[in-house]
């Protein structure tokens, strides 16, 4: 509904006219000037003057009381939504076994009724949580954390591979807001096919920045974790770019079209990751150890701090926070134990949480079987860790459940500045465009200015 201001000063009066209250004023000054001008000498008593008196003091009453019902009813009117939460509420005996519902859904309306104020700050800090046909609900675990959070949304899955194919939710999609033409591309648009030989490279104009990218660009802190493999589709499209989503540790032409591994390490969005961590089990042996050694030399030649952890533990130590770029790979059993999401959110967020801001991606890989508990100690783990900055951090939890088929609707669950832009069924390309905006990166970043003062405050 269109909401209208009522104005006083342009309400029409009886006479067809319209006063302000200094106009009405005016008018009465006027008219007793008047009445002093055409006073009669003293000897003789001015007719009609006492009703005059009485007249204006009658008038100047009612104007008051206008006034003062108009500004009552400004005030009710904008503050409607007070008015609607002191609806009457009946007391109704009911059993027991019914109270406890309408007890329950009181203190839920209570809770929406307290969702009025926007958060409209730029989200200094974003946390997104991708826990897509995984992360299953056991029927004795409580609530999650993220089912309370303020805003709710769905993303619609596409199929890119044309009409007939099995509709699925696309990474590339999801992390740089555009569409690609197939799912076997990674980090590329819709002007890319997919390849099984390097001939023809891509044209890197064709190439897909992601929402890592795009902090990075703007002096953010970055990081991406998993209890999977590191160069899965998903994590990938955070940052390598590639034809051929197969080629994962070698390709055809390692020039032209390296593989996703060395991308990780030596691309220009992958070696700026502040934090690394997840599973690596390349076919070659030794792989991972030289993926490590590699790194560790970056890192040297770069004169920066770093951790290099080799058991789970070591994420959680404490120490961390004086580090700038952290790596850990680790053995698939050990992702796959208790606890391990959670160390690994809570190791990163160790090397993030600095004043620069930061944008950190958490993935639940399907293919580890992980219980929504543990997804929700994460995210708990989290709000603890930015509870000083909760104001200026987005943290947003992607949902959906493999039981519900290939078709199934993500739910996306946010708290934090801008989170109220997420209401409705979304396009799974809007996640990106929207924690662009929410965080003013990409092609809502601040000037260079801005950002430095911002930084600075």
């Avoid at 076997?184 to 044209?203: I, K, R, Y």
């Avoid at 409705?424 to 092609?443: E, W």
Wanted: some cysteine; glycine content about 6%.
């Amino acid at each position: 509904m269109t909401r209208e201001e009522f104005n006083f000063a342009t309400s029409d009066t009886a006479a067809g006219s319209s006063y302000s209250g200094p106009e009405w004023r005016r008018q009465l000054d006027g008219e007793r000037e008047t009445v002093s001008n055409s006073r009669r000498p003293p000897s003789q008593k001015p007719p009609g003057v006492g009703c005059s008196a009485l007249c204006v003091g009658v008038l100047v009453a009612v104007v008051v009381i206008i006034v003062l019902l108009c500004i009552s009813l400004i005030v009710v009117y904008e503050n409607e939504g007070q008015v609607v939460a002191k609806v009457d509420l009946y007391d109704v005996e009911l059993p027991a076994e019914q109270t406890v519902w309408f007890e329950a859904n009181l203190a839920e309306l209570r809770n929406a009724f307290r969702v009025v104020d926007e958060n409209k700050k730029r989200a200094k800090n974003v946390v997104l949580f991708i826990a897509l046909d995984s992360a299953a609900a056991a029927p004795a675990d409580p609530r999650p954390v993220w089912e309370s959070f303020p805003h709710l949304a769905l993303l619609r899955p596409t199929s890119p591979d044309g009409a007939g194919a099995s509709v699925s939710f696309n990474p590339t999609a999801m992390f740089c807001g555009i569409e690609p033409r197939h799912r076997h591309t990674v980090g590329f648009d819709s002007a890319v096919s997919p390849s099984d030989d390097c001939n023809e490279p891509p044209n890197s104009t064709h190439r897909a920045a992601s929402i890592l990218q795009w902090a990075q660009a703007v002096g953010r802190l970055t990081g991406v974790v998993t209890n999977g493999e590191l160069v899965q589709p998903t994590p990938a499209a955070l940052y390598a770019h590639t034809p051929n989503s197969s080629w994962l540790y070698a390709g055809p032409d390692g020039q032209q079209c390296p593989d996703v591994r060395t991308q990780l390490l030596y691309g220009e969005t992958g070696r700026a990751l502040n934090v690394i961590a997840g599973t690596l089990p390349c076919p070659e042996e030794f792989c991972r150890e030289a993926f490590e050694s590699a790194w560790e030399g970056e890192r040297l030649d770069a004169d920066t701090s770093y951790k290099l952890a080799t058991e789970l533990k070591e994420l959680l130590d404490p120490a961390l926070d004086e580090r700038e770029y952290a790596l850990g790979l680790f053995e698939r059993q050990t992702l796959a134990q208790p606890n391990a999401f959670h160390d690994l959110t809570v190791g990163a967020l160790h090397v993030l949480d600095r004043p620069e801001g930061f944008v950190l991606v958490a993935i639940a890989d399907p293919s580890v079987p992980i219980g929504a508990a543990e997804v929700d100690a994460a995210v708990k783990a989290t709000l603890r860790k930015l509870g000083a900055v909760l104001d200026d951090s987005l943290i947003v939890v992607v949902r959906s459940d493999a039981r519900e088929g290939d078709a199934a609707f993500a739910t996306v669950h946010a708290t934090g500045p801008m989170s109220h832009l997420l209401h409705r069924v979304h396009d799974q390309t809007f996640l990106a465009h929207f924690i662009s905006y929410a965080a003013r990166i990409g092609r809502f970043r601040d000037a260079d200015l801005t950002n430095f003062i911002l930084q600075m405050v």
